[in-house]
Each structure stands twice: as structure tokens, then as C-alpha cells.
């Protein structure tokens, strides 16, 4: 008789990484120990509680929530069911009352950008940041297929 116990896999850390593959080798068969440093699983998607408030970590934006919920399914878990809030959020900079608003209103969003700096950089920036989002939406079709 012995206390030793034996696994197949050794996870260590129980972030999105550690978590998925960690319940995608146990659903292949294999006993898994996963380990974690921190008290509570997640990693940079942990959220924390503060002062009555539940403070997430890091991550705010899933770009891909089929994705997401496709793994969910393919491990035998719950959906999510997701949000898509618009503006996504606003970031506030030196420039007093004046946010760059994140929002997928393309004219809003440069507007927004274009107020933060001096009249005669306005059409740069809009330029850039119309070549910037031309080249993102180019980027997420591909990367989809
Ligand atoms: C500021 C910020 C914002 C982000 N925003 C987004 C976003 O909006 N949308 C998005 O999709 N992605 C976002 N990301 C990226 C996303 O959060 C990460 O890609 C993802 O969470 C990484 O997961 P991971 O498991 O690889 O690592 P982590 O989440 O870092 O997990 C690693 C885990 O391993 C544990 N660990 C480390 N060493 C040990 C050890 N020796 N023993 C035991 N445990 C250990 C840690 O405690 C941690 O829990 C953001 C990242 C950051 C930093």
C-alpha cells in the first residue's frame, strides 16, 4: 500500500491555456492533475472582488464567442450566453472630457479619435485609422474561413 498517487498528465496552471487542454486530455481518457498557484482558477480571466465590486482581471472582449461556446460543447459544459455592448467602453486620456470611444460606429469611433488631437492632424488620424480598420476587417474575414 501506498500514498503515491500517478496521473497521466501534470497541468500546471489554471488559466484558459492549462484549463482547456487540462479538460480536453481528461475527456480523452487521461487522469489529470492541474495545479494552480492563485486560489481560484482563470488566470487573466479570473475577476476579483474589491470593495463590493467584482473586478475582472484582464480580459474584457471575446471576439469569438462561437468559438467559445463550440469548445463548451465539445467538453459537455454549459454555454455562455454573451453580449455585445455598443460602445464596447471608453478610454479616458490626458485630454480632459474628451474619450476615445470604442464602438463599431465607424464614424463615431473617428470622431472620437479625431478630437484628441490638434485640427491640423485630423485627416492623418483619419486616414490612419481608416487604413487601420480597413486592414483589421481584412485580417478577421480571412482568419475565419
Ligand atoms: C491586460 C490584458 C487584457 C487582455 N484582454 C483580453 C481581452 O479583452 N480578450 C481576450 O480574448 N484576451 C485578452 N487578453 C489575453 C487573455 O487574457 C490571455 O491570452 C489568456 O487569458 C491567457 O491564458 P493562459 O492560460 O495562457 O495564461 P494565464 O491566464 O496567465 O494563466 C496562467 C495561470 O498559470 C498559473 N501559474 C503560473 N505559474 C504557475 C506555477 N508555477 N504553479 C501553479 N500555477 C502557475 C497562474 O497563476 C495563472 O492562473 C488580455 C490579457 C491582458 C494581460
Known amino acids: 500500500m501506498t500514498d503515491e498517487m500517478k496521473w497521466d498528465i501534470i497541468v500546471i496552471g489554471g488559466g ?7 479538460a480536453y486530455l481528461a475527456k480523452g ?9 492563485q486560489g481560484q482558477p482563470g488566470g487573466c480571466c479570473a475577476a476579483h472582488v474589491s470593495g463590493g ?6 480580459s474584457h472582449l471575446v471576439n ?8 463548451f460543447r465539445e467538453l459537455g459544459a454549459p454555454e455562455i450566453r454573451f453580449t455585445a455592448p455598443d460602445p464596447v ?10 474619450n476615445l470611444v470604442i464602438t463599431s460606429n465607424r464614424e463615431l469611433f473617428e470622431q472620437s479619435a479625431c478630437e484628441l488631437v490638434k485640427d491640423t492632424n485630423r485627416e492623418a488620424v483619419k486616414q490612419g485609422l481608416g487604413r487601420l480598420i ?11 474561413l
Open 16 to 22: 484558459l491555456a492549462g484549463l482547456t487542454s487540462g
Open 29 to 37: 481518457g487521461k487522469s489529470v492533475l492541474l495545479l494552480e498557484q
Open 53 to 58: 465590486r467584482t473586478i475582472p482581471a484582464a
Open 64 to 71: 469569438d464567442q462561437e468559438l467559445v461556446n463550440g469548445i
Open 89 to 98: 467602453f471608453e478610454v479616458t486620456g490626458p485630454c480632459q472630457g474628451k
Open 134 to 144: 480597413d486592414l483589421s476587417m481584412e485580417i478577421y474575414h480571412e482568419t475565419r
